[in-house]
């Protein structure tokens, strides 16, 4: 006969073990939704004896006719200038076997974004999700397409939100903002797959392996989601820029009661001779308006960074210190 402490201890482990295969079949039922979108690249590039290899990654299916999108580091290697002629070209596999030929549309390597055409249709897009949605803690799923043949699954939780990670094109460095770190591992050739959320949305393409058991990826956001559009559509990006590094934070109480919200953008940076600097901005100030809009998180800048702002003043009002101050900016097109 049990006594009581042991018919409690059942219980405990039940319980424990309905969690984990709830948990497992969650991650189960994502990887299989998820992984016919997600195609193995293997990426070539012209050489002297013809077309040889350049790397491998991941690549994730935007449309029924073709559109990939992976990450830029994948086809355009880390120092050479954006390919989008036919110089850098490659096989695209998918799980159900089949291998198609793929080219460059267009390369962002400011967000490590790309743009990829296969030749081919009936694939099956991924949904895309909304990563301004995401909490810490939350469940998330990274998938690649490593070896061509079966998808690489990794399960882990959104660690942390809001963090950069700085992109070069040139001599330009700009940081991508708002990046999900993840805990959930990144195996090689996992640059360019997705990170999803337990309904299967892409909420992520992964980018980076910062360290043991971290992984970060690019969000898809507003501002990404413009940004693959425009290489969809024109094979390059134009954006405004006034020479500033930001991250969100939290505003202090009298100006939460005068705003009525709750976080605004601070300024960790400026670049010498920018706009930013030439409008008198300074590190540390808070930027609460821009353009006339709310500022309340570091997509909303970048959302105003489009080509239609460059050349045209901008107001700006900041916080510094217990000071408002309305001030004007002028954004120039961001060269690479």
Known sequence: MSTTAERHDHKAEQREAEALDAYSKIVVDVAERIA????NLRVMRRGRG?????????????????????????????????????????????????????????VDRLTDLAVLRADGDGLIPAALGEAENLRVGQLVVAIGNPNGFAGSVTAGVVSALGRSLPARAGRTVRHIDNVIQTDAALNPGNSGGALVDSSARVIGINTAVAGV???????????TRQIIGALMRDGRVRRAWIGIAAGPRPL????????????GVEISEVSPSGPAQRAGLRAEDLIVELGGQAIERVDDVQRLMSQDAIGHPMP?????????????VSPVELAE
């Open 316 to 328: 700006i009002r900041i916080l510094r210190g217990d000071r408002w101050l309305d001030l004007e």
């Open 36 to 39: 016919p979108s997600v195609a």
């Open 213 to 223: 058991g971290l992984g970060l990826a690019v969000p898809i956001n507003a501002a």
């Open 50 to 106: 013809g077309q040889v290899p350049a790397g491998a990654g991941s690549a994730v299916a935007l449309t029924p006719d073709g559109f990939l999108v992976t990450s830029a580091h994948v086809v355009s290697g880390p120092t050479h200038p954006p390919p989008t002629g036919p110089g850098r070209t490659g096989r695209a596999t998918f799980v159900d076997g089949r291998e198609l030929t793929w080219r460059v549309v267009g």
């Open 252 to 263: 202090p109480p009298h100006a939460r009661v005068r705003l009525e919200r709750a976080s």
